[in-house]
């Protein structure tokens, strides 16, 4: 069965960068869409990035397009989130999501925070603050 571990996540200032990691163990990511979603406190978890198996498809929601950038290495089999010019409503904790997919190639749009994920890390939080 599929584990996914974000690590990655501690606090920075705004303007700052992080980049988070979501490793995977107990099966291949080649064969899985990943997303990314954020839970600040008191809100509801937001889904904002998603990428295909085959990484040349990638979806960002208006939130974070432009600062955020999803990327996978199969071969590590791990899925990265690059963040740069976080600001304090970026705040919350972060968890990378995974689907099976036999659809390997093809654009990825907003529906991809919809997908039914059947596999979750536990979460990294990423504070921003002075």
């Known amino acids: 069965q599929l584990q996914l571990v974000e690590s990655g996540g501690g606090l920075v200032q705004p303007g700052g960068s992080l980049r988070l990691s979501c490793a995977a163990s107990?099966?291949?990511?080649?064969?899985?869409?990943i997303g990314w979603y954020r839970q600040a406190p008191g809100k509801q978890r937001e889904g904002f990035s998603c990428?295909?198996?085959?990484?040349?498809?990638?979806w960002y929601a208006g939130s974070v397009k432009g600062r955020f950038t999803i990327s996978r290495d199969n071969a590590k089999n791990t899925v990265y989130l690059e963040m740069s010019s976080l600001t304090p409503e970026d705040t919350a904790v972060y968890y990378c999501?995974?689907?099976?997919?036999?659809?390997?190639?093809?654009?990825?749009?907003?529906?991809?925070?919809?997908?039914?994920?059947?596999?979750w890390g536990q979460g990294t939080q990423v504070t921003v603050s002075r």
């Open positions: 107990g099966d291949t990511l080649d064969s899985y869409v």
């Open positions: 990428i295909r198996n085959s990484d040349t498809s990638t």
């Open positions: 999501a995974a689907v099976f997919s036999d659809i390997t190639y093809g654009p990825m749009s907003a529906a991809c925070i919809m997908y039914e994920y059947d596999y």
